[in-house]
Every structure is written in C-alpha cells, then in structure tokens.
T-cell receptor, first 113, second 111 residues
C-alpha cells in the first residue's frame, strides 16, 4: 500500500463550486504539506502543518483553506473554485527528525471549468 | 531574484553519456539541498540530498555543492532511457520551514 494517498486522483468541477482534496499517510510523520504545480513551473507551497494544532500559510494560500483532522489526515479545500486553480496538487509529508526529506503523494489533477 | 533557479532548457543526451544539471539559489544561509526526479504526470521522488560543500555520489548520480558560489549541480553518469524525466532542485534555508523548488530541467535520453 502507498504510504501517502490522495483522493480524488482526478476531478473536474465548475467555477464557484466548493471542492475538497484529501490526503492520508501511514508513514507516521507529523508534518504535512500541500503544493500545487502548474505546467512548466516548480512546486508552490499552499499550506503546511507541523502537527494537528499547527497550521501555516505557504506562498500561495489565497483561495484555499486546510484542515488537519488527525496526524494522518490533511485536507485542502477550495471554497469557490476558479479556473486559474486548475493544476496538479500534491500532498507531502516529513517527520520532525528528518524534516528536510519530504515524501509526496501521487497527486490530484484538478480542472476548474 | 527567484529563490531557486534552473535556467537550462530541455537537455537531450545520448544513452551512456553524462547529463549535467545546474541550480543556483539566492539565500546565502541555505543549509539543505535536494534533487527530485519527476516523471511526466507522476509525483516528485527524492534522488539526492547534500548538505556540505563538495561531491556526494550515489550510484550513477553525483550531487555537487558550492556554497560560496551558491550553486548545486547533479550529474547523471551512463544515462539510461529510464532517466528521462524532469529534475527539480529544492533548497531549504536555516530556520525556514519550507523547501523552495526550482522550475525543473527536463532530461531526454536518446537510445
């Protein structure tokens, strides 16, 4: 079984809809991250969480919110999706000892029409 | 100035040759440096990390770090078609809780 899973893997939605992307991990890591990747661009950090009660904004948090429901679960929400949020979204995890090494989930391809 | 820059366009190398990728970073106090490999449509996968000046070798991969010049490079020896991917450089600064990623360099190994 994959250590970091994301659901859904693909999603097409319409402008203005609320959508939630979910991430679960079995690695036992305390740190979790959400990134987006656009074609030809690097990874941009949206939000990150160092434990259940710690949530931090990343580089591009506007238009997004997150919830850390448990150590193993970190969800990303788009309250009112817009077309320029069409991208590939990755969840990643790391532990507090080897904080630099991040492990990525398989990604969610989101299309906003 | 971008935090992490990878400026080279797609790199085509014949099978068996050496592929060389470069990355520069802007924050002089950066401490940790990483190379991730990403196949098309897949997630990034860590292939190398380096923390000290000099070379670090792992199989066919060698990472080179020069903090004075603020660059880190990746060499792929005996390139194989399976090395065809995009390579992302990532940098973490001291006290910064995040990685900054470059845009990536695409490598195409021609059989």
């Amino acid at each position: 079984d994959a250590d970091v899973t994301q659901t859904p893997r693909n999603r097409i939605t319409k402008t203005g809809k609320r959508i939630m992307l979910e991430c679960s991990q079995t690695k036992g890591h305390d740190r979790m991250y959400w990134y987006r990747q656009d074609p030809g661009l690097g990874l941009q950090l949206i939000y990150y969480s160092f434990d259940v009660k710690d949530i931090n904004k990343g580089e591009i948090s506007d238009g997004y919110s997150v919830s850390r429901q448990a150590q193993a679960k970190f969800s990303l929400s788009l309250e009112s999706a817009i077309p320029n949020q069409t991208a590939l979204y990755f969840c990643a995890t790391s532990d507090s000892v080897h904080t630099d090494t991040q492990y990525f989930g398989p990604g969610t391809r989101l299309t906003v029409l | 100035q971008k935090e992490v820059e990878q400026n080279s366009g797609p790199l085509s190398v014949p099978e068996g040759a050496i592929a060389s990728l470069n990355c520069t970073y802007s924050d002089r106090v950066s401490q940790s440096f990483f190379w991730y490999r990403q196949y098309s449509g897949k997630s990034p996968e860590l292939i190398m990390s380096i923390y000290s000046n000099g070379d670090k070798e792992d199989g066919r991969f060698t990472a080179q770090l020069n903090k004075a010049s603020q660059y880190v490079s990746l060499l792929i020896r005996d390139s194989q078609p399976s090395d065809s991917a995009t390579y992302l450089c990532a940098v973490k600064t001291r006290g910064n809780n995040r990685l900054a990623f470059g845009k990536g360099n695409q490598v195409v190994v021609i059989p």
